[in-house]
């Protein structure tokens, strides 16, 4: 009773509204067009977000925290040696790689070519400003990152490959190079497995023999950025850099250069955008010629290609709106919203689809705002419903609780998008729907708006204006045999159990012959006035209430319903339960007919999906694609790189590649620091962190200081008094070790007393294979689980981490929260607005569609990152816009058999989605055209959201739905079995030219 009230409440102020609408067209077309001007003004304010870390690591994670303590422990600026500066954010640099297309780097030639490469860098210069009386000049030297002499900070493999030119001058042996750990001139040792790759040596190189060869070489050159000058200085320098490199490797193309700035994540993330703006101009164009299509019929008075535009249009404007508010609010921009329209795309099509489909089942000879209102009741509950999923899906992950910055503005964009989307379609397509009725009303084209000729003078015009002229006037259906002047006026007229009927219309009134009886024959004769039994009070589609009875037990003959004594046949046209007459019993072919898809539909392809034939091979389809589905789901990667996020064959990508190719073979310097005063001279201690830290390559300040002490006869073991006064006056004197002072802080303790080590770092790098992003995940977790049992308080970083760190749980939380929060919805309305049955259906397909969707991107190469994600959590509105309408048309309908109230909602729902999935698609197509990874990844989870979800509406759920609840043959209570007798019902309508004046009806 609550659910009636609530739907018939609901029902009533969407007419009301449909009813406001039609009498203000003008207004609600005009008033949506001029916000949508007046906010797009204001993109002026247009700005795009610059911080990709911002965007793509974890907001809240532990490694964020750990790095302000590092960078508060060991600044960048008080790294003295460019190996340190890697462990954390490095600032402003620039960086590249050199490969050699035959030979090694090391090789005379290439290694000439490379230090000229160097020279040619570090003496570099860029203006600031461009064009002033006031520049400067600004070479590396003036901007580099200084050591203790106020010299620039040079990768060590620069000074070992020195070495080697001058020695090869001299006519000498060169220095021996080892790898990945070698000695320089100086004495001291370095750490080279990031600067050489591709390395074969002359024995394994594990034991650090020499290098024999190297097909790579990785130059790094840091650069100083403290204040807003400063940082724009280095930004320009990053641009030269780049441009020196392509002018040096088009004059030496026997090197290959990659190379790489700071601020190429930035800009290869955002050139997606730019990448995608003439596809996604060529997508509008393709959906709405589309949509044209789709929008024609034979009859040029019913066919509405302009709604198929101005469908688009309301989309558009809404998108437009929606970005205007984000202006104005100081929102940024980023490429993840690419996604967005494809959003609003899919939900705004479903909607005026269905508004469509519910126009053409309304009856010609009603006022236009009747009929806009009843479209309105009929369509607004269901689309409410399935816009309320769209908001909760991505209102829920576009809350201060997802972890995760680019999912989050992400939903909260495409909530804002789908929520103006939903006003403009009651708005500005409501009134455009208006004024194609009125349009409709007069027999006018509809594509040129010019007044159709009646059949007596059309007959005289050439055959190409006849066909373009072609409609069917109500005076036209008058005749004997003729059919009735509407699709469905003659629904509530006659028909039987199997849907078959005779009927004659004149005017609108249908002579109907039949039988019903308890098994659902009709066997009626008389003239049956159909304005008469159809009005717009209480029903969606204008079927009004009748006023004759059948007073014989619980025999009634109400507004279309046919209730016997053993069963109730309740037609409501607002619940899709029309009774349909058999298409075979109509030789003549209606106006809606004329729709191509509509008529494939009626004829062809719902008796065909629900074939019991058929059916066994789409049950055995299903089970394929679960099956397929569960492999890919078993099989699902996580894609924390943010370089799998840019535009293809940029500098990032290639940069990546190669350094994939030639540097996979160690994984990025970790900083091992240890935070806290330890008491190092302790034997115990110094066991435990040579022990952690074994495994590693690593250059360790206190296991060189452990064999100073071996190589002066002193034992290890002191105290700490003597430990730290031969660390400080004596081991970090010496030239070799001198570097390691960056690498220790020294604490006062008082007057007379000797510092205390507070803090002190060590570098690690692990060996790796392939799967780099991986094994680097779960060494952080071994390390954090061994530093919570340590005796030492350490903690270990890199700047990767930031987006290593929790990264599963960051992406993972948003999708499944709000699948569950879908669920829940459905289950919160099934107690009091939806049926229980049909919330029951929509949450099983929304979890089949979701765990296909999941399933086949990993098998299509996708991996579960920020942008698949959010396709995935859209992907729970798509689906519900496809399915809803069908699953309330079948569970709506009373009598007859689940076959053919499967066909119904077929015709009456699948048409509509079938449209808008065929335009989607088409809007889709372009974009995977673009060369973009992020743009690959939207086409391909979007792409395959369509796909289920078209699967599942139109041959999964149809099938279904044929041998699973709900039932349809116990709704009427009271009735007797099927051997019960025959009774049969006739009734005789009296009438004048104005009124019905009685009904007679004897049982």
């Not at 959003?343 to 099509?349: D, F, K």
């Not at 990025?668 to 074994?694: C, H, M």
């Not at 309908?893 to 076959?899: D, I």
């Not at 099927?978 to 005789?988: A, L």
Request: net charge positive; with cysteine; proline share 5%.
């Amino acid at each position: 009773m609550l659910r009636q009230v609530l739907q018939a409440g609901l029902g009533g102020s969407f007419h009301a509204l449909g009813r406001f609408v039609a009498s203000h067209p003008v207004f609600f077309a005009s008033a949506p067009m001029l916000l949508s001007i007046l906010l797009g003004a204001s993109f002026s304010r247009y700005r795009v977000e610059e911080n990709v870390e911002y965007l793509l690591a974890p907001k809240h994670s532990l490694a964020k925290i750990e790095g302000n303590l590092v960078e508060s422990l060991f600044p960048v600026n008080r790294s003295k040696h460019a190996l340190y500066s890697d462990l954390q954010t490095p600032g402003r640099y620039g960086r590249v790689i050199v490969t050699a297309r035959k030979g090694s780097v090391l090789d005379p030639v290439h290694l000439d070519t490379i230090l000229t490469l160097h020279r040619r860098l570090y003496q570099m210069q860029v203006t600031v400003p461009a064009s002033s009386a006031s520049s400067f000049n600004y070479s590396f030297s003036s901007l580099c990152l200084p050591d203790d002499n106020n010299a620039c900070i040079i990768d060590d493999i620069i000074r070992s490959m020195q070495g080697i030119q001058a020695a090869r001058a001299a006519n000498h042996t060169p220095p021996p190079l080892k790898y990945p750990i070698t000695r320089l001139a100086d004495g001291r040792q370095a750490y080279i497995g990031h600067q050489l790759g591709g390395v074969q040596g002359w024995g394994p190189m594990a034991k650090g023999d020499g290098v024999r060869s190297a097909r790579a070489l990785q130059l790094t050159y840091y650069l100083q950025a403290h204040t807003s000058l400063m940082d724009k200085v280095a930004g320009q320098w990053e641009m030269a850099f780049c441009a020196e490199l392509q002018h040096f490797g088009a004059a030496h193309p026997k090197l290959g250069l990659y190379p790489s700035t700071s601020s190429s994540l930035r800009t290869d993330f955002q050139q997606s955008s730019v990448l995608a703006r003439r596809p996604l101009l060529i997508s509008l164009g393709l959906c709405s010629v589309l949509a044209v299509l789709c929008c024609s019929m034979r009859d040029c008075v019913r066919a509405k290609p302009w709604l198929g535009l101005l469908a688009l249009l309301s989309i558009t404007l809404s998108g437009l709106t929606a970005a205007g508010i984000l202006n104005l609010t100081g929102a940024t921009y980023n490429s993840t919203y690419l996604g967005i329209p494809f959003v609003m795309l899919g939900h705004g099509l479903f909607g005026s689809f269905e508004m469509l489909s519910s126009w053409r089942r309304t009856r010609e000879d009603q006022h236009v705002k009747d009929r806009v209102a009843a479209v309105f009741e009929d369509v607004m509950l269901r689309f409410s419903g399935s816009t309320l999923l769209h908001l909760t899906a991505l209102g829920l992950a576009a809350s201060p609780l997802t972890n995760m910055e680019a999912v989050r503005l992400f939903c909260r964009t495409a909530s804002l998008g789908v929520a103006v989307g939903y006003v403009y379609t009651l708005s500005l397509y409501g009134s455009c729907l208006v004024f194609t009725g009125y349009l409709e009303t007069g027999y006018r084209h509809g594509c040129f708006c010019r007044r159709v000729p009646k059949p007596e003078r059309l007959d005289a015009k050439p055959a190409w204006y006849r066909c373009l002229m072609y409609t069917r006037y109500e005076e036209e259906t008058a005749g004997p045999h003729a059919s009735p002047p509407r699709s469905y006026a003659h629904d509530n007229a006659h028909g039987d159990a199997h849907g078959n009927a005779h009927g004659d219309a004149v005017h609108g009134n249908v002579n109907v012959h039949g039988n019903v009886d308890v098994h659902g024959n009709v066997n009626v004769h008389g003239n049956v006035n159909a304005h008469a039994h159809r009005n717009a009070h209480g029903n969606a589609h204008g079927n009004a209430i009748g006023h004759s009875a059948v007073n014989s037990g619980a025999t009634h003959v109400h507004a279309g319903s046919l209730q016997g004594a053993h069963g109730n046949s309740h037609v409501t046209h607002s619940t899709a339960a029309h009774m349909h007459a058999h298409p075979h019993s109509h030789p003549h072919m209606q106006p809606h007919d004329s729709h191509l898809l509509l008529g494939c539909m009626r004829r062809c392809y719902g008796d065909w999906i629900t074939n019991t034939y058929v059916k066994p091979f789409v049950v055995l389809l299903y089970l394929v694609y679960i099956s397929f589905g569960l492999m890919g789901f078993m099989q699902v990667t996580q894609g924390s790189d943010p370089s799998a996020l840019v535009a293809m064959d940029t500098a990032t990508v290639l940069y990546a590649r190669a350094q994939q190719r030639y540097f996979s073979s160690y994984s990025p310097v970790i900083g091992f620091y240890i935070y806290e005063s330890a008491p190092y001279w302790n034997a115990s201690v110094q066991r435990d962190l040579l022990e952690y830290t074994k495994g590693f390559q690593r250059i360790s300040w206190l296991e060189s200081y452990l064999g100073y002490l071996s190589e002066l006869n002193q034992s290890t073991s002191q105290p700490r008094h003597n430990f730290t006064r031969t660390l400080r006056l004596h081991f970090l004197r010496q030239p070799r070790y001198a570097h390691f002072a960056d690498d220790i802080i020294f604490a006062e303790r008082g007057a007379g007393e000797e510092p205390e080590v507070a803090a002190s770092r060590v570098f690690l790098v692990a060996k790796t294979t392939e799967n780099k992003r991986e094994e680097m995940s779960v060494l952080l977790d071994t390390l954090r689980r061994l530093s919570l049992t340590s005796r030492v308080r350490f903690l270990i970083f890199n700047p990767s981490f930031v987006y290593l760190d929790r990264y599963a749980a960051a992406v993972g939380w948003p999708l499944r929260h709000s699948l569950l929060a879908v669920l829940f919805l459905l289950g919160l309305a099934s107690l009091a607005l939806v049926e229980p049955l049909v919330a029951a259906w929509l949450g099983l397909t929304l979890l089949s569609v979701q765990f296909g969707v999941v399933g086949f991107m990993t098998l299509w190469g996708v991996e579960l990152d920020c942008v698949s994600v959010l396709c995935l959590i859209s992907t729970l509105g798509h689906a519900a816009d496809c399915s809803a309408p069908l699953l309330c048309g079948f569970a709506g309908g009373r009598g007859e058999s689940r076959t053919r109230w499967v066909r119904v909602a077929l015709e009456r729902h699948g048409v509509a989605s079938l449209q808008a999935l065929l335009c989607y698609a088409a809007a889709l197509a372009p974009v995977a055209c673009v060369r973009s990874n992020l743009t690959r990844t939207i086409f391909r989870c979007l792409a395959l959201a369509a796909g289920c979800s078209a699967l599942h509406t139109l041959a999964f759920l149809p099938t279904l739905l044929t041998f699973l609840p709900p039932a349809k043959s116990k709704d009427a209570p009271g009735g007797r079995g099927p051997g019960s007798p025959r009774q049969e019902v006739e009734c005789v309508e009296m009438n004048d030219s104005t009124r019905v004046v009685d009904q007679i009806t004897t049982v």
